[in-house]
């Protein structure tokens, strides 16, 4: 529970990544502690892996919670839930539509069709200007067609909604920019 609670405290310093990893030892040697799971998937969505965030936090809701929790599990899921809160405040207040729009864009990305693909990341992004994973994937498709100066553009709008996305500020770095 001490590690745990150790990761936790990490997550609420903003220190995503001693959290993760904290996380991911306990799940090493605990596979189905929901708790860790959560928390990495907390971290992950706010590292900018939306996509692994999601996989692991399906894996944790397949786990029951225990029927009687000890006072320490009592404490680890209030801040869980607190921390969960709070995120979802901040990150998830996008509007629904531009996120299936953001999603369907991915999706004809991965078939092939990076022009159709993109049209639906614009209007993820008309419909709401802070979807990140909009911002993203469209800063992605610039970078893959080699059009960089849009690319940056896009991460840049990334970092604005979230600051924590590693995987934005590392392409910045790689394109000078960071």
């Given amino acids: 529970m001490n590690k745990l609670l150790d990761a936790i405290d990490s997550l609420e310093k903003g220190d995503l990544l001693s959290a993760r990893t904290i996380a991911e030892n306990i799940i090493a040697d605990e596979p189905n502690n929901r ?33 009687s929790p000890t006072k320490d599990e009592v ?16 990150t998830y207040a996008v509007n629904p539509q531009a996120l299936a729009y953001a999603n369907m864009g991915a999706e004809l990305c991965k078939l092939g069709k990076p022009n159709e693909g993109k ?26 067609k080699k059009n960089f100066p849009a690319c940056i553009k896009s991460m840049h709008e990334v970092i604005r909604i979230n600051p924590n996305n590693l995987k934005a500020k590392d392409l910045l770095s790689e394109l000078g920019e960071g």
Avoid: M, V
Wanted: aromatic content about 10%.
């Fill in 35 to 67: 708790y860790a799971l959560q928390l990495l998937s907390i971290a992950f969505r706010n590292l900018g892996e939306s996509t692994k965030a999601g996989e692991i936090l399906s894996r944790a809701r397949n786990i029951p919670l225990p029927k």
């Fill in 119 to 144: 049209s639906y990341f614009e209007k993820s992004i008309q419909l709401d200007h802070n979807c990140e994973l909009a911002h993203y994937n469209l800063g992605l498709l610039e970078y893959n």
């Fill in 75 to 90: 404490e680890i899921i209030w801040r869980l839930t607190q921390i969960t809160s709070n995120f979802q405040k901040t």
